[in-house]
């Protein structure tokens, strides 16, 4: 199934002023709760009737949707999305795929950051340690054939990395070190793999959901 071409079905169906319906109980749970507005919830609601099957998106299409739209394609973080998200569930339901998409496109710089070092922090102690930087990073030297070269230069940049992160120097990257290092350069923020989608993607999606793309931003067509 192609899934630019199941956008740019549902798009149509957006953009041609399909009555929206009113909120059932448990959409207006994230109306009141949650930062979109209820056309938006309408319009995911809408988007996720049409990508799932019995009520249930599968991680499979959710993971082409996240891809597709939000350009996010670390494997690696994406599994780790699933499994703190999906809380390891083979299928998601409509209230996960709304925390989902209002956590990619809402969240405050506090929540980003916290979700963020939680998606990096597997052993969920706490803290990052050198495994779990390694686990991260590994990928991006796949281009280095040697593996004991790649393991070599991988371990000098974590060491480089723990510089720079560990602020009281105790061997582990803590979240208030994560915290401090970012505040100080908010460009560090993901730095160990891309959790949330770039600001001009989270702009044509918002502008997308909320019906108000211009025709220069016209993204998805
Ligand atoms: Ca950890
Ligand atoms: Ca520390």
Do not use: W
Request: with cysteine; charged share 30%; proline share 1%.
């Amino acid at each position: 199934m192609n899934f630019v071409s199941i956008f740019q079905k549902l798009l149509r169906v957006i953009y041609n002023n399909m009555p929206l319906y009113n909120l059932n109980s448990d959409q207006k749970k994230f109306d009141l709760n949650f930062h979109e507005s209820s056309i938006e919830i309408n319009r995911l609601t809408l988007i996720f009737n049409k990508l799932c099957d019995n009520n249930k998106l599968t991680r499979e299409y959710f993971r082409d949707f996240l891809s597709t739209i939000f350009d996010l394609n670390d494997e690696i973080i994406i599994e780790r999305l699933f499994i703190l998200i999906g809380q390891g569930e083979k299928t998601f339901s409509l209230k996960k795929f709304l925390s989902t998409i209002n956590l990619l496109l809402y969240s405050s710089y506090d929540e980003q950051i916290k979700f963020i070092f939680r998606i990096y922090d597997v052993s969920a102690d706490g803290n990052l340690q050198r495994e779990e930087l390694f686990t991260f990073l590994r990928k991006d030297l796949s281009i280095i054939n040697d593996k004991e070269d790649a393991d070599m230069i991988l371990n000098e940049f974590i060491t480089l990395i723990f510089k720079k992160f560990d602020k009281d120097q105790d061997g582990l990257i803590s979240f208030d070190d994560y915290n401090r290092t970012c505040q100080e350069n908010p460009t560090l923020i993901q730095c160990f793999g891309q959790v949330l989608p770039n600001i001009f993607r989270k702009h044509i999606v918002k502008s997308m959901l909320n019906g108000n793309l211009s025709k220069k931003e016209k993204y998805f067509k």
